[in-house]
């Protein structure tokens, strides 16, 4: 039995970025990253202030 669907459901290549949810995901990422960094600099800092004492 074949099926009726025909090519591929997932975009590749460069049509990828030719719809807003594949496209965002770069901001999602970069922005995670950053989110990431400055908590670990936050959680260092706190913890050099809180030996200190």
Do not use: N, Q
Not at 6 to 12: A, D, H, K, R, Y
Not at 19 to 28: M, Q
């Amino acid at each position: 039995m074949a099926s009726s669907v025909t090519g591929s459901v997932l975009p590749s290549g460069s049509k990828v970025f030719t719809t807003i949810p594949d496209f965002l995901f770069i901001p999602e990422f970069v922005f995670s990253y950053i989110a990431t960094l400055l908590y670990f600099i936050h959680c260092i800092l706190s913890a050099f202030r809180w030996k200190s004492f």
